[in-house]
């Protein structure tokens, strides 16, 4: 018999599989996927019905064992979007995300360049699903996350060049966790100044991590380290969702480039 959880308070995370899909769930509304990211789960959509099928190969003996569990309500196609909880969990303290010698060098003759936040969501989204593959940034997914950006949830960082976006991040804020779904750059270095700069914001709004969901050099580049999946949960479980917003004003660049204490 299949082991369903009614919803993913009830999803027991901690004993998952520490290097695949945690769950299948279909549900990607905005109160789905904000609960989902709540329980330390991100979602993968499935971009056609060959990815698909290929989750249901792979998994559904795991699903059968219970290995792998189904979250919700009884889907015709649960194999639509897979969700997962790394462990290890690849994360930046606040405290200590850092740029390069070499760009923070490149910044502070960049005096074209400035950030903001939450002026252009959406279109920080499409570019980062831009030419991806696979294509995990769905239209499903993407009207979902542009509701929660209208609720509040989702965020973005911008860089500009003369009125032009060359980068950017976005994700959600869960408390004193912000998770970073995504980024793009059209300039060298553009979406690593909009990572550094999420953190100096977050950080004056009381934030305390930053999430990278997956691992990989460039995070690490930037002072991500590897924590207990355990330990990363009980970070959002101290949440406190009336946390004071970002700071939200165009500000120059070049600032990233200073002494953490005087940005």
């Known amino acids: 018999m299949v082991n369903r959880c009614p919803d993913w308070e009830a999803l027991d995370v ?37 990815t698909r099928a290929l989750n249901e190969v ?10 792998i569990r189904l979250v919700g309500e009884e889907s015709t196609d649960p194999y639509a979007v897979s969700w997962w909880s790394p462990d290890p969990r690849p994360v930046l303290p606040v405290s ?9 060098r490149r910044l502070r003759n960049r005096l074209r360049w400035s950030t903001s936040v939450d002026r252009r969501f959406e279109q920080v989204v499409r570019a980062c699903g831009a030419g991806r593959t696979p294509l995990w940034l769905t239209e499903e997914l993407i009207a979902c996350l542009i509701r929660l950006h209208g609720l509040g949830h989702a965020h973005s960082v911008e860089v500009w060049e003369d009125g032009d976006l ?16 995504s980024m793009f750059f059209h ?4 979406s690593t100044v909009a990572v550094i700069d999420l953190a100096a914001r ?12 997956r691992d ?17 949960l009980r970070q959002l479980r101290r949440a406190a969702y009336d946390s004071p917003p970002m700071p939200t004003a ?14």
């Open 202 to 213: 977050f950080a004056q709004a009381g934030g305390v991590l930053l999430d990278a969901q």
């Open 96 to 104: 200590s995300t850092h740029l390069s010698r070499n760009l923070a």
């Open 250 to 263: 165009a500000l120059p660049a070049r600032r990233l480039a200073q002494p953490a204490g005087s940005r």
């Open 58 to 67: 792979l998994f559904a003996d795991q699903v059968r064992d219970g290995r």
């Open 216 to 232: 990989s050099p460039h995070v690490r580049s930037l002072g991500a380290v590897l924590i207990p999946r355990e330990q990363y």
């Open 166 to 181: 060359v980068g950017g991040v976005f994700g959600l804020r869960l408390g004193p966790v912000f998770s970073m779904d």
């Open 187 to 190: 300039r060298p270095g553009a």
């Open 14 to 50: 901690p004993a998952a599989a520490p290097d695949g899909p945690v769950a299948f769930c279909s549900d990607l509304s905005p109160a789905g996927l904000l609960a989902a990211y709540r329980a330390g789960v991100y979602p993968f959509p499935a971009s056609d019905e060959y």
